[in-house]
């Protein structure tokens, strides 16, 4: 894949080329694990050479790299990648230029080129000589700035020290104290407070040349480092509108911007921006959503209300009645005034219906769970209501971006066909594509809550399908538009009173294929006891994205043998109903929905290997392989 020229189609979104293409590999390339958790922190340590602070004394500062990562050179061997520096300073203190090692040659397949790297530890020696009289050795101050990569690069990151054991500092981190003879290391007692819980860590004697263990605050999250996954959020939402679960409000949007051609650009940029109103608006309730739970104690999810039967009730019912409207069997309107395209193929849509579209197309969306935007949602789930306010809007603006592309340049819809009678046929087109999305819908419901599901949702299905044909006989169009509102004030009624007098026959349902565990932390331990390694499935029967990659990868046969010659035990976690302990099991491997997929070793302290959510058999074997 030429990278290069996807570089210049998204360089406005990314901090430098090399990021874009790094988020083109992690969209495109799913053949590759993924590593989109983020690197854990550098260590580092910090020694005083021995003997008296003078013109020949250094510092050397000692970096451990996690295992797996990487990162770039001091002298970076690409204009895009970001090399490794060091700052550092004390009172008193005057450092020279760092002397680092000799960098480690690295073959990128990615970037077709020779990348020069650090990995594993290594040391960088800092010339050091003292200024004044009363130069402060506790004072010292290091700062690691770094670019870690992987089979990706990250955004810029960096990881700071210190020897004063009464600094707050940014990140936790092991240090070494200074040499017996500093002037300022003769203070015995140290009393340490650690901003995260204020646990204190008393009377540690300051020995000469010995070490220090400090415990700083957490890792505060950078800048560069939100607005690299606020891009991550951005470009899932964009991904989002080729996902199958948009697609049939997609058409529907498409078979609207046809009908809108030839009126003029102030009504276009009209139509178009309520429906991104209608999307924006949409993620906005469902973060508000989020906050609530979360401050009455939940630990909500992405896609989270495909959990409540009476979100699949609203859906099929909302779904059912549009659907029929296309087929002409009742119409939606207004005196003087067409509310949406319900009424007829060439009926020219309303700014209300342009907003119903825009919602409809998140509330559909969500139980999809995009490249990119499963991780950066991972990372929103666990910030604050600001920044998850801002992620939530980042989706949608993504969502919602072939809508302004239209509206700001409505001259693209000279490209569509002109519209005419054979809209008529493609209105009820359409209406087959929506049915489709309710049989969809109806098979959720069965997966989910079994034959009482079925039987259940069916029924709201056909009361539904009665009340189309009812509001069609009782308020046709141009009739009292006070029957109409009573028609459908009945029906909503009626779907309520079935909710509160038939819901409670609903009863779960958990499906465990052969070959596969159900998900329990204990099952876990004792799979990795056994000397056998996890692939865990996190799956839900409403995620589409889920049921496709079972269908395309993990229902191979040959990938099952695999398994078993690997000594790798299937294990799958199901979220359809909300699970809590799936749920904390998500936020750990740094998703907010699902699907979620991850390779565990026999260990069970190393870290898992987290994979993208679009599977392929390669990705999962090479997991597998690096597991070992």
């Known amino acids: 894949m030429n990278f290069k020229i996807f570089e210049k189609v998204l360089k406005n979104f990314a901090t430098s080329k090399l990021q874009t293409a790094m988020l083109i590999c992690a969209t495109f390339a799913c053949a590759e694990v993924v590593e989109l958790n983020g690197m854990p922190d550098p260590q580092m340590r910090l020694n005083y050479s021995e003997g008296a602070l003078g013109d020949n004394s250094y510092i050397t500062a000692t970096i451990t790299i996690p295992e797996k990562w ?50 594993g530890t290594f040391q960088v020696k800092l010339p050091a000589k003292p200024v004044t009289s009363t130069y402060d050795t506790l004072s010292t101050k290091a700062t690691f700035y770094y670019q870690a990569c992987s089979n990706i690069c990250l955004a810029p990151d960096s990881v700071m020290v210190t020897l004063d054991p009464f600094f707050k500092g940014q990140k936790e981190a092991e240090v070494q104290g200074p040499a017996n003879d500093a002037p300022a290391a003769e203070s015995s007692k140290a009393e340490v ?104 104690g939940a630990n909500p999810g992405w896609g989270m209300q495909f959990q409540s039967s009476g979100f699949l009730l609203a859906m099929i019912a909302i779904l059912t009645l549009f659907a029929l409207s296309f087929f002409g069997i009742f119409e939606v309107w207004l005196p003087g005034q067409a509310l949406t395209q319900m009424d007829g193929a060439t009926r020219k849509e309303g700014l209300p219906g342009a907003f119903f579209t825009g919602a409809l197309l998140v509330l559909l969306s969500t139980p999809c769970s995009a490249p990119m935007l499963g991780s950066a949602m991972g990372f929103a789930f666990n910030e604050t209501a600001p920044i998850l306010i801002l992620f939530f809007t980042a989706a949608g603006l993504g969502l919602a971006s072939p809508y302004i592309i239209v509206s700001l340049f409505p001259k693209l819809l000279k490209f569509l066909p ?50 189309a044909f009812a509001i069609g006989k009782f308020a046709p169009p141009g009739i009292s538009f006070k029957k109409e509102l009573l028609a459908f004030t009945a029906i909503i009624l009626l779907n309520i009173l079935a909710k509160v007098s038939f819901g409670g026959t609903l009863q779960a349902a958990t499906h465990i294929e052969d070959g596969y565990i159900a998900y329990s932390e204990q099952a876990m331990k004792d ?38 010659n690997s000594n790798v035990q299937k294990v799958k976690a199901d979220w359809t109903h909300g699970d809590e302990e799936v749920t904390k099991l998500l936020k750990s491997l740094g998703k907010s929905g699902v699907p979620a997929y991850a390779v565990y070793s026999n260990d069970k302290n190393k870290a898992p290997i987290v994979l993208s959510e679009i599977l392929t058999t390669a990705s999962i074997k090479e997991a597998v392989e690096r597991a070992k």
């Open 70 to 119: 990487h990162v770039n050179a001091n002298v970076a061997a690409d204009e895009f990648l970001k090399p490794s520096s060091i700052k550092i300073e004390a009172n008193g203190i005057e450092f020279g230029e760092p002397i680092w090692p000799v960098p480690k040659e690295q073959y990128s397949e990615a970037l077709d080129f020779v990348n020069k790297i650090f990995e």
């Open 193 to 296: 407070f650690a901003i995260e819980g204020l646990e204190k860590i008393k009377d540690q004697d300051s020995k000469p040349a010995e070490e220090q263990v400090l415990q700083n605050a957490p890792e505060q999250k950078s800048s560069e480092s939100i607005a690299f996954m606020l891009l991550l959020a951005f470009l899932g939402g964009v991904i989002l509108n080729l996902m199958p679960c948009v697609l049939p409000v997609l058409s529907l949007k498409l078979f609207s911007l046809i009908r809108q051609a030839g009126e003029s650009k102030p009504r276009l940029m009209a139509l178009g921006f309520s429906t991104v109103l209608g999307i924006l608006v949409s993620f906005w309730v469902l973060a508000g959503i989020v906050i609530v739970l979360r401050l009455g």
């Open 418 to 467: 002109k519209p005419g009678n054979w809209m008529v046929t493609l209105q009820k087109i359409m209406g087959v594509l929506l049915l489709a999305s309710v049989a969809w819908l109806l098979w959720v419901a069965y997966r989910s809550y079994a034959n009482s599901g079925l039987v259940f949702f069916g029924g709201i299905f056909i009361l539904n399908t009665v009340g």
């Open 527 to 564: 799979i990795q006891e056994k000397g056998s390694m996890v692939f865990l499935d996190v799956t839900a029967d409403w995620c589409i994205t889920c049921k496709a990659n079972e269908a395309a990868v993990l229902a191979n046969s040959e990938l099952d043998e695999f398994f078993k």
